[in-house]
């Protein structure tokens, strides 16, 4: 017999541990796939609005530099100083004089860095180069029909000649300074009258400090800003890859193509998106892109998509450890206490998958204060939040829904109290409302205040009309009115027998659980909730009430602004009379 007994308990311990090895295995690897997937969504939604959010923060901050920018130059070119000069210098024929010529150079130099300037030159009408900071070849040349008449230089100085208003050249190498440049250039009025140009150069470094700060980013994190270059690709900036490429050579990222669907492509087309795709150097990464209309250049910011699921990575790794470590103490508890823990794990497992398919009404038996009483415990503490939060959403759209397919109010605060008091669970209700006093009230002065302090019932559930309810009370009058003095939500139990009563066909039976609760709307007291109960209330229902506050308030608002606008109407029909 004991040898038998042996045996079964050796049967039921192996079954038991089969069991709990194969349920925890199946619900671990099912919830680990499913989590690693929807964490996969989440890191990638998070590394798109990521690299989104740079690259507008970019955009906006580079708009802003040049701007800034044009805003400087504008106030330059009204200085009294640079407009003698550039009619001095046009004037004067004598380029020794006009080459040394101090005073601009002195004028010109504070505010070359704070400017932002790489450069500054004075433009004659003509288009000859009157004056140029850094003496560079360009001096005592023509931008119409010299050896630079093809520089970006010329070329935006022709615009702002011909469109009379500040111009931005593109992005390209401008010989004389042997660098690649932004040009500005603004005329210089005297009374009205334009007597020249006033061009400034910007570099790459202003733009390089916006592009190339990566504090706090991915490693693989890129931004690339280009522009299209004669049919080049070139970057603006030097790219992450090499912060120190800034010459000719290393900046050109390739052809343009109007077909290719690479990022900086797109962003140069005019378009502006994100997503994966493919960058420059053939790696999968995330990307957004945006064009920059102002400057005529192309944004793109992206990280490789290693490192955007690098997160992801690790994560699978703690999730493989922790079902490692779970399995183990599945299989050490499930020997150790096999019998005495069978059934309530059975029980356990059985209430939790029914919780798991939406009826949170069920709940585990909780028989022991050991680590299951606790877990049982635990998952009824989830349940019943569960349950409370899916109650209170369902309460809120059936209201939702009942207020938004009224098209008339007529019945409006009976079907208002008959919701709450079905939802509630209530056995019968009283709705009052606060006295809206819209008549001529030339002479009814005294008593304005009585009458705008006095609640007047609007509408009652499962209450006979015979019944000894009270028809109206003043503002800390009786129980009704000390919660509307105090704004105060109530829960009341063993009250008197006659307070509240519920009558039936067969007889009359005492409500001996009430809760009171006033309806505010902006520190004001529009409305009052009385409900009876053979049960007893509880929070829940007052948190019902408490979500559900402001869109009732707001709807008694429309009601009564609605039936007192109609009121107005008769009145004045009536004095019309």
């Known amino acids: 017999m004991n040898l038998l007994t042996a045996k079964a308990k050796f049967k039921i311990s192996s079954k038991l541990l089969i069991a709990f090895l194969l349920v925890g295995l199946l619900v671990m690897f099912s919830f680990g796939y499913f989590f690693y997937k929807v964490a996969a969504r989440v890191t990638l939604k998070e590394s ?3 690299v989104e959010a740079v690259v507008e923060n970019k955009i906006d901050e580079i ?10 130059i504008r106030m330059l070119a009204l200085s009294p100083i640079i407009a003698s000069e550039t009619l001095s210098l046009a004037k004067n024929k004598n380029r020794n004089e006009n080459k040394n010529n101090h005073l601009l ?23 000859d180069v009157l004056f140029t900071l850094k003496r560079e070849s360009i001096l005592y040349t023509n931008l119409k029909n010299g050896k630079y008449k093809e520089s970006n230089l010329a070329r935006i100085f022709t615009l702002s000649s011909e469109t009379l208003q500040t111009q931005l050249s593109n992005y390209e190498f401008y010989l004389p300074g042997n660098s690649y440049s932004v040009f500005i250039c603004t005329p210089i009025y005297v009374e009205k009258k334009i007597v020249g140009y006033l061009a400034a150069q910007i570099g790459a470094e202003e733009i390089n400090k916006i592009a190339n700060n990566y504090e706090g980013r991915a490693e693989s994190e890129e931004i690339v800003l280009a522009t299209n ?7 603006v900036t030097s790219l992450r890859n090499n912060l120190n490429a800034i010459d000719e050579n290393d900046t050109v990222m390739g052809k343009y193509n109007e077909k290719s669907q690479i990022p900086i492509h797109k962003a140069l087309r005019g378009e502006s998106g994100f997503g994966k795709s493919i960058d420059y150097r053939g790696k999968e990464v995330m990307a957004s892109w945006r064009y920059v209309p102002s400057i005529k250049w192309g944004m793109v910011v992206k990280m490789d998509m290693e490192d955007a699921y690098a997160s992801i990575n690790e994560l699978q790794k703690q999730l493989i ?24 794990i059975i029980k356990l497992t059985q209430i939790v998958s029914t919780i798991a398919k939406g009826d949170f009404s069920k709940r585990v038996e909780v028989d022991s204060s050991d680590e299951i009483g606790v877990l049982a415990g635990t998952v009824n503490e989830m349940a019943s ?9 369902n309460g809120q759209n059936l209201l939702s829904k009942l207020i938004s397919e009224r098209n008339q109010f007529e019945n409006f605060y009976l079907d208002i109290i008959a919701f709450f008091a079905k939802y509630l669970n209530a056995n019968a209700g009283t709705f009052y409302i606060k006295n809206f006093d819209v008549t001529d009230k030339t002479d009814k002065a005294d008593t304005d205040n009585e009458e705008s302090n006095r609640f007047t019932l609007a509408a009652t559930y499962a209450i006979n009309k015979n019944s000894q309810t009270i028809k109206s009370f003043n503002v800390g009058e009786g129980l009704l009115g000390q919660a509307v003095s105090s704004s105060d939500k109530r829960i009341l139990s063993e ?7 519920l009558d039936l066909s067969d007889g009359t039976i005492l409500l001996k659980h009430i809760l009171i609760f006033p309806i505010i709307l902006r520190d004001q007291v529009l409305a009052v909730f009385e409900f009876g109960g053979i049960k007893p209330f509880n929070k829940n229902h007052l948190d019902f009430l408490e979500v559900t506050e402001e869109s009732i308030a707001y709807a008694i608002d429309a009601n009564q602004r609605k039936n007192n606008q109609s009121n107005i109407s008769n009145i004045s029909e009536e004095k019309f009379i």
């Open 63 to 72: 708009e802003y530099l040049f701007a800034r920018i044009d805003k400087r």
């Open 385 to 393: 939040a569960i349950e409370k939060n899916h109650w209170q959403k």
């Open 48 to 50: 798109t609005l990521r």
């Open 105 to 127: 150079e002195s004028y010109f130099y504070s505010y070359l860095e704070e400017y932002d300037f790489n450069n500054i030159l004075l433009i004659s009408l003509a288009g």
């Open 229 to 235: 270059d004669k049919g080049n690709i070139r970057a």
């Open 321 to 344: 450890v922790i079902a490692i470590i779970i399995l183990l103490v599945v299989i050490i508890i499930s020997k150790i206490v096999s019998n005495s823990f069978s059934r309530p």
């Open 495 to 501: 009250l008197p027998d006659d307070y509240l009563k």
